[in-house]
């Protein structure tokens, strides 16, 4: 069984999955920003719609699926990884 880390959002999470999410959501803001946002805002809770482009990418990099939506390890990494609610800036999403 994988070693798990607590988060800031106070979840736990296999260590293989927050350096996956962590690696792809860094890809992800580096090669299209707008859709690390509407990730970011889906992790938060916003029923935004997301045009099929955005939808298809966050697919195909494992971030949601077509069904259910974000995964919940995704959305703990992710949520835990803003610096702030204010900002769209990722840090580390690793407790103290």
């Excluded at 800031?8 to 690696?23: D, L």
């Excluded at 990884?81 to 690793?94: E, F, K, R, V």
Aim: hydrophobic fraction near 40%.
């Amino acid at each position: 069984m994988s070693e798990m880390r607590k988060l800031k959002n106070g979840s736990s999470v296999p260590a293989p999955v927050v350096h996956a999410v962590m690696s792809d959501l860094t890809t992800l803001f580096c090669s299209n920003a707008p859709a690390a946002r509407a990730l970011i805002e889906r992790c938060l809770g916003s029923d935004r719609r997301l045009d099929a482009s955005e939808s298809d990418l966050l697919c195909r990099m494992g971030f949601l699926d077509p069904v259910d939506g974000v995964k919940d390890d995704v959305r703990d990494v992710v949520v835990s990884s803003l610096t702030s609610p204010d900002d769209w800036n990722i840090g580390c999403p690793l407790a103290d």
